[in-house]
């Protein structure tokens, strides 16, 4: 019985095709219910094929996703959204998808000239499954390519390699043969394939930008070869299609594989990466907007839904009661049995070949891509002495020899790239070395302890002298490292510069409050200055030039104090004139008081009223210096934790705790401030409770920096990981089952698993290696599968079997016994202690 997934938009993902007793089967019914209302309506089908487990279900969930949303340019910015359910997934390495499934009903979009098209998008099994021959998922491409209007081939390795070219002209040659077989049949069944996208899924590589532009620029350079026979595929692929893209889509994230399957999960938009999502929403706009949309047509007119179901019609007939057409495939390869057990000992003296030239240093990959290429052609002229094939089964030979020395080649660049990361660490360290005390130091030359009111050449010699110590600590690193890592010396700098912004605004304030004292005192010596001139004048013009003298001698006598000549011109001239304006004021009052006499009843307040001023001031300093205390004590809190990482959770428990010890100070503080000063009290109050967050968000930022420097360690250990996995599952392919080689596999990881949960002493960092280390090898998993299968074809081509070592699973809590897994260990040699990945994830110091 086929499964219905619905999704939230009302759309439902139904079952056209079924495999019955393992055969691919046509449902008529099921897809004449789908187009019945649009049987005179264009309509344009977006296929979706590729290997299986790469995540063809889960991206057409994201364009079902995008096109509920209307396209809209802000659709994929809805954290909350959760994302829609029309075709099941789930994780892992079985397959999910079986025969061929489509949307129940269209998404209705406008073209470029206006028609109203009916969208259908569909979901493809994966090709190359082993319980499948390949005649019969050559039929299932078949009949979805002549259905659809554009076909996107899903390729999850990251890039475009040969044999994806090799696959694609397999099917194609399929499809091609299922339509002109017989050499007759209507002519419509003759057109060529329409539009073929080949969809880059995890790309991560910075020579193109991700997306359509970037895409183009590298299926460009793709097609370009050397070699005659490739150069054909090429040029039969772009033949066989009238509209042939490429879309380089970035990796998801490492938070969506945790989620095991779509009837188990509810994804968030915001548990994936953005750039994922602006991926997607490229993609969406190439495959759907109204200048891209390509409509299903027959003969050069627009195909309806009655065209599309007369179409599946015929091409059941074709196949009806037939045996497949006999096509070359990629997994059928001629080989003897006396080349594959001889292949071992030439990978074997390829690899120590590349190890002895490589060293210990990491290796440009230009060069090591040429070394390669030198050992390669060694070892295959070993293989020359030994050949007494014929000249066809020894090019098969070559060939293959070839695609098992580029997964030991992988391996090695694993290895080279261990040697990078840990290259790139060294040379990271350096920079923030050199920054660490230097980019402070140069800064505090210059500000003398002082508030500095203009930063920019202070900066600038800061970060002309870090950049010298960095340049000349690093001369004996790699240089094209060193240019890369400049990035992470300007972030330390900027760092820095923050931290100095910060203690130069701290200086400010304290300034500020020195300076508004010393304002007061300099108006309070003016006023009793001019109280004595007023005694012994007995004009107003010579209280003027009394006044005029009082408050130039005030305002020199002002300048000349230390705080002011340390001042910018900016500010010391703000200060001067607010010194000004007080005295002005000052005099003010005084000639009034002059002009009305006042009683000694009255004088009284005004008295009072000075003094409370001054009281106040003082106050103020004392509330100040109380309030600055309290936040270095908050800091000193932290002191332990300044070079190290804390958990979240632990963070904030230090930092409350340190609040509300600095709080409870400053309120048992409160006693002592008297009536005039208590709103400074509490306008003070305030200013410690932002400045202890502000403190605790420089704290955070520091531990995210720790937090980082920890992810960034794990780098070599991910790439050495994934070169002992390579070297092992890839030996252990030629000798075991398939269930002892996917039990290897899962030992493999749950042994990583348990080192990563002892070794990293981090709950959320220990997650997210955990996650990445599965994701990578059930991505490395793909790649030795796909080299197994080929080479059981190879043995069954030669008449050998291919029934190896085969150790069941027990009933133990995980599913395995110690002693299988011992035995499966044995028998292929593999010490999990001794790899060096562990051994390097034990060198770690966190």
């Known amino acids: 019985m086929s499964k219905q997934q619905h999704g939230k938009s009302g759309v439902k993902s139904e079952a056209i095709v079924v495999l019955r007793k393992g055969k691919p089967q046509l449902k008529l019914d099921r897809l004449e219910t789908i187009l019945h209302n649009y049987q005179d309506h264009p309509v344009a089908i977006i296929s979706v094929f590729g290997e299986h487990r790469t995540g063809k279900s889960f991206l057409l969930n994201f364009l079902c996703q995008y096109l509920r949303e209307n396209q809209s340019a802000d659709w994929y910015k809805k954290n909350y959204v959760k994302l829609v359910n029309t075709f099941h997934w789930k994780g892992g390495v079985e397959r999910d998808t079986t025969g061929i499934y489509m949307t129940d009903k269209p998404f209705m979009l406008k073209n470029d000239k206006g028609q109203d098209i009916a969208v259908f998008l569909m979901d493809t099994q ?7 021959k390949p005649g019969e998922c050559s039929l299932m491409f078949g009949l979805s390519t002549l259905l659809s209007s554009v076909h996107v081939y899903n390729l999850s390795s990251g890039l475009i390699r040969d044999n994806d070219f090799q696959h694609l002209e397999v099917f194609t040659k399929y499809a091609q043969a299922l339509t002109e077989r017989n050499g007759e049949g209507d002519a419509h069944i003759l057109s060529p394939f329409q539009g073929l996208m080949f969809l880059v899924r995890n790309w991560e590589m910075s020579d193109y930008e991700s997306g359509s532009k970037g895409g183009m620029e590298y299926l460009t350079e793709v097609m370009k070869t050397d070699e005659d026979g490739n150069d054909s595929i090429r040029k039969q692929i772009m033949k066989s299609f009238s509209d042939v893209r490429c879309h380089l889509l970035p990796h998801p994230g490492i938070k ?77 390869i001629n080989e003897t ?48 002495e030994h050949d007494g094939l014929t000249e066809e089964k020894s090019l098969a ?56 009111e203009d930063l920019t050449t202070a900066r600038e010699k800061a970060v002309s002298a870090t950049e010298e110590a960095f340049q000349t600590s690093t001369l004996d690193c790699n240089q094209d490292l060193v240019k890369k890592c400049m990035k992470d010396l300007h972030n330390a700098v900027k760092s820095k510069h923050r931290e100095f912004k910060r203690r130069n605004a701290e200086r400010l304030e304290i300034l500020d409050q020195k300076l508004s004292m010393l304002v007061v005192e300099t108006t309070m010596s003016y006023e009793a200055s001019m109280e004595k001139e007023i005694k012994k004048t007995k004009s107003e013009a010579e209280l003027d030039r009394a006044h005029q003298n009082a408050h130039k001698a005030s305002v020199k006598r002002f300048e000349e104090n230390d705080l002011v000549k ?23 009052t005084l000639k009034k008081d002059t002009d009305t006499p006042k009683s000694e009843n009255e004088k009284q307040p005004e008295q009072d009223n000075k003094m409370n001023y001054v009281q106040q001031q003082k106050e103020a300093q004392a509330i100040f210096e109380k309030r600055k205390d309290l936040a270095l004590t908050y800091s000193t809190a932290f002191n332990d934790h300044r070079e190290k990482y804390v958990e979240d959770g632990e963070l904030y428990k230090i930092h409350i705790k340190a609040k509300q010890q600095a709080l409870k100070a400053f309120s048992d503080f409160e006693k002592d401030i008297s009536s005039v000063a208590i709103e400074n009290y509490w306008e003070n109050k305030d200013a410690l409770e932002q400045e202890l967050e502000q403190l605790f968000d420089q704290v955070k930022e520091n531990n995210v920096k720790n937090k980082k420097n920890i992810e960034r360690s794990l780098n070599p250990f991910y790439e050495e990981l994934s070169a002992d996995y390579l070297r092992t599952m890839n030996k252990a392919s030629r000798n075991a089952s398939d269930s002892t080689l996917g039990t290897l596999h899962e030992v493999l990881v749950s042994s990583i698993n348990e080192e990563l949960n002892v070794e990293i002493p981090y709950e959320n960092i220990q997650q997210i290696a955990i996650a990445t280390c599965e994701g990578m090898l059930i991505e490395k998993q793909d790649e030795v599968n796909n080299g197994r299968n ?18 069941g699973k027990t009933g133990s809590k995980d599913g395995r016994d110690s002693v299988v897994i011992e035995s499966i260990l044995a028998n292929f040699n593999v010490n999990i202690s001794q790899l060096a990945s562990i051994q390097f994830l034990k060198s770690l110091k966190f």
Request: charged share 30%.
């Open 397 to 452: 030979n070559k060939n293959y020899m070839r695609q098992c020395l580029s997964v030991a080649f992988k391996a090695m660049q694993h290895k080279n790239n261990a040697r990078k990361e840990n290259e790139k660490i060294l040379i990271v360290g350096k920079a923030a070395l050199a920054v660490e005390n230097l980019y402070l130091d140069e800064m505090e030359k210059v500000a003398s302890a002082q508030y500095l």
């Open 337 to 384: 049995v006396g080349f594959c057990q001889k292949l071992q000992d030439f990978e074997a003296e390829y690899e120590r070949n590349m190890i002895t030239e490589m060293g210990e240093n990491y290796m440009e990959p230009k060069k090591l891509v040429s070394l390669h290429e030198k050992c390669q052609e060694e070892t295959l002229s070993k293989y020359a």
């Open 256 to 332: 969506v594989t945790k989620y095991k399957d779509s009837s188990r999960s509810s994804i968030k938009l915001a548990d994936l990466d953005e750039s994922f999502l602006v991926g997607v929403d490229d993609l969406g706009n190439c495959l759907f907007s109204k200048e891209n949309l390509l409509v299903k047509e027959l003969n050069g007119g627009t195909c309806t839904g009655k065209e599309i179901m007369k179409l599946a019609l015929e091409f059941k007939e074709r196949i009806k009661s037939s045996d497949t057409p006999n096509v070359d495939t990629l997994l059928k």
């Open 790 to 807: 080929i080479w059981k074809e190879l043995m069954d081509q030669a008449g050998a079997s291919t029934v190896g070592l085969n150790v």
């Open 566 to 588: 340390g001042l910018g011109l900016k500010s010391k001239k703000d200060k001067v004139q607010s010194l000004s304006d007080k005295i002005t004021e000052c005099f003010q």
């Open 126 to 132: 994966g090709t190359f499954q082993k319980k499948f």
